[in-house]
Structures are given as structure tokens and as C-alpha cells.
């Protein structure tokens, strides 16, 4: 049974900080790809960053709606657990915060971008609550 575990959420004050921890209780063979989503109540969920590693090549990808503002990286040398680090929070950027990955890395950061895009990933968190007040 795989397990994601998300951590980090809480109430912050516009123009704080917070950061999000997510790992998975997965050992993938090679890379993986990671991606984090948030949906506030009455709307759509919302895709907001990935996180891609496939041998040495890595990479991040961010919705228009927090580039500059969030930074997702990877956590330690664990594999299949990254981190959100949210600056300059917004009042916009309350909702449940999810993260979700699959089992085995993507070959190609592209198809992390699909799974991201379309949210097929295998494997969801519960989520973690951030408002933003």
C-alpha cells in the first residue's frame, strides 16, 4: 500500500512563508516525478508545481499563478519526497495542498509534464491545509 504524506500546512498572514513537505513510501528503481496540486472550496483543483528527476537530468515546472512565488525541490537525498517552499503568500493561495506521484519515474520530463497537466498520477497525499488570512 503506498503512502504519501504531506506536512507544512497552517494559517500564515498575506506576504508569509510556508513549506510544504510530501514523501512517498516508494523506492523507485530510477526517477521519479513529483507534483503538487491545491483546490479551495468550490473550485476546480488547481495543478501548481512538479518536480522531475531522470538520471542527471532535473526539473521544475510551475503554474503562471505562482512562478517567482514557490519553489519545489527535492528533499535530501530521499527519493520520491520533495518539498514546496511558498513565499509571498496570497490570500488566493488558500486551499487544500495535495501532492501525488507514481510508482516508477517517467523516462522523459515530458511525460511528467503530461502526468502533471492531466493529474494521472497514480498516487495521492490526503492533503494539507494552508489559508492564507
Known amino acids: 500500500h503506498v503512502q504519501l504524506v504531506e506536512s507544512g500546512g497552517g494559517l500564515v498572514q498575506p506576504g508569509g512563508s510556508l513549506r510544504l513537505s510530501c514523501a512517498a513510501s516508494?523506492?523507485?528503481?530510477?526517477?521519479?516525478?513529483m507534483g503538487w496540486f491545491r483546490q479551495a472550496p468550490g473550485k476546480e483543483r488547481e495543478a501548481v508545481a512538479h518536480?522531475?528527476?531522470?538520471?542527471?537530468?532535473?526539473?521544475?515546472?510551475y503554474a503562471d499563478s505562482v512562478r517567482g512565488r514557490f519553489i519545489i525541490a527535492a528533499q535530501g537525498n530521499a527519493k520520491n519526497s520533495v518539498y514546496l517552499q511558498m513565499d509571498n503568500l496570497r490570500s488566493e493561495d488558500s486551499g487544500t495542498y495535495y501532492c501525488?506521484?507514481?510508482?516508477?519515474?517517467?523516462?522523459?520530463?515530458?511525460?511528467?509534464?503530461?502526468?502533471?497537466?492531466?493529474?494521472?498520477?497514480?498516487?495521492w497525499g490526503r492533503g494539507t491545509q494552508v489559508t492564507v488570512s
Open positions: 501525488a506521484t507514481n510508482t516508477e519515474g517517467p523516462k522523459y520530463a515530458y511525460n511528467c509534464h503530461e502526468y502533471f497537466t492531466t493529474g494521472a498520477f497514480e498516487h
Open positions: 516508494l523506492n523507485p528503481t530510477s526517477g521519479y516525478c
Open positions: 518536480f522531475y528527476t531522470q538520471g542527471r537530468s532535473v526539473s521544475q515546472y
